[in-house]
C-alpha cells in the first residue's frame, strides 16, 4: 500500500532552505518510514531565482511568489526559513490562515511575535514548531516542553551564538586582537560582513527570550532583555581571567526567582571547572537547572545548513506523524507575563580593571570608595605596567550592579585613576 | 470549570516511586497546568510496608497488592518503578492488557523485554514511555526519537553508570586502587553492597542496547552486547593514561555501519581533548552523532531520586496531554533485526602494558610479533619499575581486536615477558 505523501512548502532557499532539501533527500527513506509516508517538497518560494540552481528539484517546483506555496491546497505543512521579521512575519501570518502547520527556524520573528503568531495558530487549531530556532540543531524546546515539563525550571544559561564564542575562542588561543580575529572570521565565512546582529549580542538576546518564554511559560518582552555585546573585549581581559582561572564567554542568562525573571546577555568570566567554559569555537551549549532534574547541560553545533535543517525536519516529521494520525491540535492558552528584574538590582560577581598612578595610596583611596558602597572585594591583583601607571584587577563578591555603577563612577573622578577598563560579569559556579 | 482529573498508579515505592511522588507533590502546580487537568495518583502499590512511611498519603491509597492498582478502572496510566524483571515485566504486561498506559524507568525489563512489551501495547492501543530508562533525569529517548528523526543516527556514546564514573574519577582524583574506593562509595551510598551490576557493564550495557533500539530502531539481543567492567582498572592504568593524555572512563558504544551495529561497553582511554574526558563524578554524558547535526552532548545526572522522577514524570505528563486530547496510540511496527558485529572484527585503537625482563632485545622480540600481526604502534614508553623488570606501555593505531589478541598470546609466551597487564581500547577522537 503506498500511503498519501504529506506535501510541505519552503519560504526561502538561503543555507537553511537549501539544508532542509538536502536532509530530506538524503534521508528521505528514513524520514518517510517514520512518518508512514513518503515527505514531498511540494514547491519552494524564493525571490532569489539564482538560488534555485543550488537544489536539484524540477522547475515546476520553484517560484518566486511566496503565495503559491501558501496557497497550495495540497500544501499541510509551510516551513517558514526566511528569517527576519520583513515578510516573513507576514506570510507566516497568512500561511496560518490558510491553515497550514507552521515549522521556523526564524528567531527573531518568534522572540518578536511568537505570542502572536502562536496565538494566531491556536485560533485555527494549527501548530507551530520553532525547534531551530535556539541553538540549532541541538535539541532543546522540545526537551524543556516535554522531558522537563515536571520541573520547575531555575535557570537556562547558554552559549547560544557561535559566532561570537568563535571569536573569543580564538582571542583566547591566538592571542590576538578582537579586530584582527573578526576581519579573519568574516572572511572564512564564521561572520558576516556586517557582524552586528552577532557582535552586539542581539542574536543571543532573541534565543535566551524565546527560551525563557519556553522555560518559564511568560511572554517577553524583548526590550527588557538587558544586552551587551563583546566589541570591548581586549586581549588583556582574556589573559587576566584566565590568570585568575576564567574563560570570557558571551553568556545569556535567564533565571526565574517566584515571579520574578532575569534575562541578560553579556560577556562573562566562566569558571574553568564549570563546562561551558569547555565549549570551544562556533559550537554551542545549553546549561538548564530543574528544580527536579538538577543541572543539564546540551551541547552541540548551534549552527549551519546541516544540523539547522536537523531541527527543522525533526519538526517536520513531528507534525506530519500529528496529520496521519488525525491529531488535533493544542489548545491555545495565553502565556503569563512575568516580571522582569531591572538589570540595577541584579547581583553579580564583577571584575574590572582600572589604570591607576603608580604610587602609594590609591589602592587606599579606591578601596575606602568600593567600601562605602559596600563593594567586597574577593581578589585584587596589581600589574606593574611599566612607567607611571600601574594596572590593578579586582574581583567582587556578589553585588547589586546598581552599587557597583555608583562606586565605579566615583572612583572614575579620581586623580589618581587614570582609566576604568573593562568590566564584565562572573557568573555560574563550578557545578556538573 | 474543574475538569476531570488523570489518575495513575504507582507500582514500587523506592528511591524512584519516592521521588515521583514528591516531585507531583512539589510541583503539582506546573504539571496540571500542563496537562490542564489535575494530576491525582490514585494508588501505590509496594509490598514492603515500611516505605509507605516514606509519603504523606493517605493510607487508603497504599496497598500491598499491586493488583490492585493494576485493575483499578479509575486509573489512566501505571508507573512502574519496581526495576528488575521479576514481578515487574508480568504487571506491566498485565497493566498493558488493561489498557493502562506505561510509564517505566526499568531498564533490565526495557533492555531484555523492549519489544515485547511495545509489542503488546501496540496491540492494546496503548502508549509506553520509557524516558528514565537511560541516564536518569538526562532527556535521551524523546530527543533521539523526535528532535533527531531526520538524521541517520550514526554513533551514541556514552558514560551512561554514574557509580563506575564516581569510582574512576575518585581513582583519578585521589590516587586511590580501586578497591578502597569501591569500599567508600558502598559506605556513601553511591554503590550498591553488591556492586556487580554497575561494576561489570551490567547496567551500562542494558542502557546502550536500549539506546541503540531507539536510535537505529533495531531489535537488540542483549547476549550480542560486549561487556566489560571496570574490576581490572588499576591506579598504575589510571596514571600511565593521563600521562599520554587520556582518562579511563567505562563507555557504552553503539554505532551503526550501513546494515551493521556495533555495541559494546567497556573501560575505555578517551583523550583529554574530548568533552566525555571531562564529566566527573556521578554525572552521566551520553554523545550523539547523527549524518545531519554533527556531534551532540547531552549532560547532566543520570540516576537519582528526583533527577530520575523528573524524566517519569516528564513521561507522565506527556501521555496524560494525550489522554485528555483523546489522541490515539502510535501503530506498532515492527524493529528490523540488523546485525551486530562481532567483537572480534571490530576496530580499536590500544593501550596495553606489559612487565619484561630489563634487558637488550627485548622490545625487539616483542615488536617482531606485534608487526607480523599488523599491529602498528604509535607510542612505546618504557617505565623503569626498579630491579630486573621494566614495564613497558604500548598505544596502538587502529586494529582488529582478534589480531591484537593474537599477538598477545603470542607475546605471553615469551620467556622474557613475565605479565601482560590491563588491554584497555582506546576510543573517540578529539571531537566537539
Avoid at 520547575?152 to 564564542?165: A, D, L, P, S, W
Avoid at 552599587?403 to 566615583?410: C, N, P, Y
Amino acid at each position: 500500500m503506498k500511503s498519501k505523501a504529506i506535501n510541505i512548502g519552503i519560504l526561502g532557499l538561503g543555507t537553511v532552505g537549501c539544508g532542509v532539501v538536502k536532509v530530506i533527500d538524503e534521508n528521505h527513506r528514513v524520514i518517510s518510514n517514520k512518518i508512514g509516508s513518503p515527505l514531498n517538497i511540494k514547491k519552494i518560494a524564493d525571490i532569489n531565482t539564482s538560488r534555485f540552481r543550488l537544489i536539484k528539484l524540477s522547475k515546476d517546483k520553484l517560484t518566486t511568489k511566496a503565495e503559491e506555496v501558501i496557497e497550495d491546497k495540497d500544501i499541510d505543512i509551510i516551513v517558514e526559513v526566511i528569517g527576519g521579521i520583513g515578510v516573513a512575519k507576514r506570510y507566516v501570518l497568512s500561511a496560518i490562515k490558510q491553515k497550514k502547520h507552521i515549522v521556523t527556524s526564524n528567531k527573531e520573528l518568534m522572540a518578536k511575535f511568537g505570542d502572536q503568531v502562536i496565538e494566531a495558530a491556536g485560533k485555527e487549531k494549527i501548530e507551530v514548531r520553532f525547534e531551530a530556532s535556539c541553538g540549532g540543531g541541538i535539541p532543546i524546546i522540545r526537551p524543556l516542553k516535554q522531558c522537563l515539563a515536571a520541573n520547575k525550571i531555575e535557570e537556562v544559561i547558554g552559549i547560544v551564538n557561535g559566532t561570537t564564542n568563535y571569536i573569543l575562542t580564538r582571542m583566547s588561543e591566538e592571542e590576538k586582537d578582537l579586530k584582527e580575529v573578526l576581519k579573519e572570521a568574516i572572511k572564512e565565512g564564521y561572520a558576516e560582513a556586517d557582524p552586528s546582529l552577532d557582535i552586539d549580542g542581539f542574536d543571543a538576546s532573541y534565543k535566551i527570550a524565546i527560551l525563557s518564554s519556553v522555560a518559564f511559560q511568560t511572554r517577553v518582552n524583548l526590550s527588557n532583555v538587558y544586552r551587551e555585546g563583546i566589541r570591548g573585549i581586549e586581549q588583556k581581559d582574556i589573559e587576566y581571567a584566565r590568570e585568575l582561572g576564567y574563560k570570557i564567554k558571551l553568556l545569556a542568562i535567564a533565571r526565574r526567582e517566584k515571579d520574578k525573571i532575569e534575562i541578560r546577555v553579556h560577556p562573562t568570566l566562566v569558571p574553568l571547572t564549570h563546562p561551558l567554559s569547555n565549549v570551544h569555537g562556533a559550537f554551542n551549549a545549553i546549561f538548564v537547572k530543574g528544580n527536579a532534574v538538577g543541572e543539564l547541560m546540551f551541547y552541540g553545533q548551534g549552527a549551519g545548513a546541516l544540523p539547522t535543517a536537523s531541527a527543522v525536519v525533526g519538526d517536520i516529521i513531528e507534525l506530519a506523524q500529528r496529520i496521519k494520525k488525525g491529531e488535533t491540535a493544542s489548545i491555545y492558552t495565553p502565556l503569563k507575563r512575568l516580571k522582569v528584574k531591572n538589570i540595577a538590582l541584579i547581583e553579580s560577581r564583577y571584575y574590572f580593571r582600572m589604570k591607576v598612578l603608580d604610587q602609594p595610596g590609591v589602592l587606599a583611596k579606591v578601596s575606602k570608595i568600593l567600601g562605602e558602597e559596600k563593594v567586597s572585594l574577593a581578589s585584587v591583583v596589581q600589574k606593574g605596567s611599566g612607567g607611571s601607571l600601574a594596572e590593578i584587577v579586582f574581583l567582587t563578591y556578589q553585588v547589586q550592579n546598581m552599587k557597583i555603577s555608583r562606586a565605579l563612577s566615583q572612583i572614575k573622578r579620581l586623580k589618581v585613576v587614570k582609566e576604568i577598563g573593562n568590566i564584565i560579569r562572573v557568573e555560574v559556579e563550578a557545578g556538573l
